[in-house]
């Protein structure tokens, strides 16, 4: 099947050098995209501390494997958008999910850990469950927005989950799934207070002017569908508010076509594109025009204001407009119940109504200082709630799982 590797040596490691010590467990992990590698990463450290000679294998990204984690896939092989996306890719994605329960199966691994990646994961762990491994689902399938009969599933696939907010461990619940509420790793990771000035001048950026994150995804999928519109909003804000600045900060495999659009654009001169440090051009602006995703929660983090906007292919929207059942899609406003910052969804995500809502920001932050506050404080309170010591909480319910 094209693009699944079928290689014994990439699908038959040889058994020494992943099996553990007698007191270390094995263990099988999966996580999709960029912010799954990130949690998959924080929590392989917290359990590698745990268990010095722990060995781990499965799906995974950069970080992950910069900590010993053996990918037998790359993360970026599940990074696809919407269900058309899913449907384009569904041979490959499916040989892969195939194959390494084949291989998981044979191997056994003292527990599954599925990072994110609902529609992956928890098919598998139902498989690896039925079987005799045990399962943890850490970031719980959000029911409570979409898609509520997922719930069914995760009780099928999961012996525990891994919750990120507060309100998911009562929920799941209701329905006999053991789950622990860990907290968000990044409201451990970012500071309370970050230092604007600092990151300006590491990031190159003169500290009297005001500065604009665009930050249009990290799939390339949504690069195709955001960066165009992304692009001409910063256009029109340009020529409004002479003097803005504006960074994105690029993913190494999105750099290149990112610079492409943007010359493509005339804004090479007035676009400044660098090798990912997207928590320092957090820091550093006074507004970002992002892509809903876990990067908003990153920019509440940083107690930014935000324009928040997406788009995907018209049939995926219209699919996953049905499931809604919020009037919410991005997470800040999810988290916090309400519209804190504007969201601009599918058709209504225009270059000008980007373009007016980024410079609303920035007219109140020089003008209105209290609606900038306002918003902060919201930020900071749910910054609060979120942090945990989430490596401690998540390898002690891990521990738990294998004792049990």
């Not at 891994?162 to 789950?179: D, N, R």
């Not at 508010?241 to 010359?263: C, D, H, N, S, Y």
């Not at 809903?292 to 996953?320: C, D, H, Q």
């Not at 599918?346 to 200082?369: C, G, K, N, R, Y």
Request: hydrophobic fraction near 50%; aromatic fraction near 6%; charge should be neutral.
């Amino acid at each position: 099947m094209a693009g699944v590797p079928t290689s014994p040596a990439i699908l038959t490691p040889h058994v020494d050098a992943l099996t553990a010590s007698p007191h270390s467990p094995h263990l099988a992990m999966v996580a999709g995209e960029t912010s799954g590698d990130l949690l998959a990463g924080l929590l392989l450290s917290g359990l590698q501390k745990r268990w010095p000679d722990l060995k781990a294998e499965g799906i995974g990204g950069a970080r992950m494997q910069a900590l010993g984690f053996k990918a037998l896939w790359p993360s970026d092989k599940l990074a696809v958008l919407g269900y058309v996306d899913v449907l384009l890719h569904y041979r490959e994605i499916s040989g892969i999910r195939r194959n390494l329960k084949q291989h998981l199966l044979a191997r056994r691994p003292d527990v599954f850990i599925g990072i994110d990646a609902p529609d992956f994961n928890l098919d598998l762990e139902a498989s690896l469950r039925q079987a005799g491994v045990k399962t943890v689902q850490f970031v719980s399938p959000s029911i409570w927005a979409s898609r509520p009969e997922r719930v069914q599933k995760i009780k099928r696939s999961a012996d525990h989950v891994l919750c990120l907010f507060p309100f998911e461990p009562a929920l799941l619940a209701q329905h006999g799934i053991a789950a622990t509420y860990v907290g968000h790793p990044l409201a451990s990771m970012i500071p309370m207070q970050a230092d604007q000035e600092a990151a300006r001048l590491a990031l190159g950026l003169a500290l009297d002017r005001p500065v604009v994150a665009v930050l249009p995804g990290s799939r390339q999928a949504e690069i195709d569908h955001l960066a165009p519109p992304f692009l001409a909003a910063v256009a029109l804000i340009a020529r409004q508010r002479p003097g803005t600045q504006f960074i994105v900060p690029a993913l190494p495999g999105l750099k290149a076509e990112l610079q492409r659009l943007t010359l493509a654009a005339g804004l090479a001169e007035i676009l400044k594109i660098v090798d990912g440090q997207s928590h320092a051009v957090l820091a550093a602006c006074d507004v970002t025009l992002i892509a809903s995703g876990t990067a908003t929660l990153e920019a509440a983090l940083f107690k930014r204001p935000m324009v928040i906007a997406y788009r995907m292919n018209r049939l995926s929207w219209w699919l996953k407009g049905r499931l809604k059942l919020q009037p919410w899609v991005g997470l800040p406003n999810i988290l916090c119940g309400e519209f804190v910052v504007p969201e601009f969804l599918q058709d209504a995500a225009t270059p000008a109504a980007l373009a007016s809502a980024v410079i609303d920001w920035l007219q109140a932050a020089e003008s209105s200082p209290a609606k900038i506050s306002e918003v902060q404080k919201k930020f900071t309170a749910l910054h609060v709630q979120l942090q945990r010591d989430t490596t401690q909480l998540a390898t002690d319910a891990i521990e738990k799982v294998l004792a049990s």
